[in-house]
């Protein structure tokens, strides 16, 4: 809901536009060149300042992480085609919910069908909606809100590496249902019966695959192997079906997944320390060093990233190496548990080892 809660401006601007209108009629005008656009724009001010410095504060914070993806990386077509195409598919998905995934990846070779389609189509049903706002105004509202409530995570500023996600839909079908629920025939009319029991149906229906989608979250492994099988393969799915094979004790596997993020994103380190962790279950220290001295070529520091590299070191016997990179893992974070007690570990061996 985050995202969606800086659209709140725009939100209430079309539920007095489409809705409310008559709370900002002028008097002896009719809709909407009566409409008091100034009014209506005026009394939305303090929303329309917070949300303008949540945006910032977002934007910070994500290109912090390197997250955003500015105009440089996508040229206007690809957020053009990325953007309209995920209109539809949040429609298509909303409607017909099956093959639903964790995370997304962008097509980075669309169909020209693909790229052009979907926009036309998109403004054909902008069209057809405001056309018919005089008499269905539920109808041009509602499309209005699935649009504006989109529009931050839409992929015109591209955050991260996903096309769409489930999540941002919450929100925006509120839109959809609005636009759907005037088009429902009245109690007094003939097909309302009929309705009535198609709707009912369409409700079972939702609830059977809400209930079959609800077990690919048993956990980490079906979730992202559900997420292979549908979106194809991507960086998010493998690396997170590497650690789920680690955890259950099949380093094997767990490599072929870590290799499969090294081809895909060679120049992210996640990839080459997914490999290390697989190397250092497998007891082969010396391939486990190797990995996790490029993961820290491609990536941050990171403290769990040194203390496995310490591991690496001193199961090698070159205990003063590993003890410096616990070391270095806690100047990282001092409080990182893993590092102080290979530290005092590895201390006492290599005490013991001089002693004698």
């Not at 169909?111 to 109808?139: E, H, I, K, T, V």
């Not at 955050?159 to 079908?173: I, N, T, W």
């Not at 629920?181 to 695959?209: N, Q, Y």
């Not at 007891?283 to 490029?294: G, I, K, M, V």
Request: hydrophobic letters at 50%; glycine letters at 8%.
């Amino acid at each position: 809901a985050k995202p969606m809660a800086v659209t709140l401006p725009a939100v209430l601007l079309v539920l007095d536009f489409f809705v409310y209108r008559r709370y900002f009629s002028r008097a002896g005008k009719e809709w909407p060149s009566g409409f008091d656009y100034a009014g209506a724009l005026r009394e939305k001010i303090p929303f329309i300042v917070i949300s303008a410095g949540s945006c910032m504060v977002t934007l910070l914070a994500q290109d912090a992480g390197n997250s955003v993806a500015y105009l440089e990386g996508h040229t206007l077509a690809d957020r053009w085609q990325v953007a309209t195409t995920a209109y539809l598919t949040y429609l298509k998905q909303w409607l017909l919910p099956i093959n639903l995934a964790a995370f997304y990846p962008i097509d980075t070779n669309p169909s020209a069908l693909a790229r052009w389609l979907p926009g036309p189509a998109l403004l054909a049903m902008l069209g057809l909606a405001l056309a018919a706002s005089r008499r269905l105004p539920l109808l041009a509202a509602g499309l209005c809100l699935y649009l504006v409530t989109l529009l931050p995570v839409i992929g015109l500023v591209q955050v991260g590496s996903q096309a769409h996600a489930d999540r941002y839909m919450y929100l925006p079908s509120l839109g959809v249902l609005m636009a759907c629920a005037c088009l429902l025939p009245s109690r007094a009319h003939s097909r309302f019966r009929l309705s009535a029991l198609l709707t009912g149906i369409f409700i079972v229906f939702l609830s059977v695959l809400c209930y079959l989608q609800v077990g690919y979250w048993q956990n980490q492994y079906t979730l992202f192997s559900r997420t292979l099988a549908v979106s194809g393969p991507s960086f998010t799915a493998h690396i997170h079906l590497a650690d789920a094979y680690l955890k259950r004790g099949m380093p094997g596997e767990a490599a072929q997944h870590a290799q499969a993020c090294i081809e895909l994103r060679p120049d992210v380190g996640d990839g080459y320390q997914a490999m290390g962790n697989a190397a250092l279950a497998q007891r082969d220290f010396a391939r486990a060093e190797s990995y996790f001295r490029q993961a820290l070529e491609h990536g941050p520091a990171l403290p769990v990233v040194l203390n496995n590299l310490g591991i690496s070191l001193a199961e090698q016997g070159r205990l003063e190496a590993g003890i410096k990179s616990f070391e270095a893992a806690l100047q990282v974070d001092g409080q990182f548990r893993p590092a102080q007690q290979n530290l005092a570990l590895y201390r006492a061996r290599l005490a013991a080892e001089d002693s004698r």
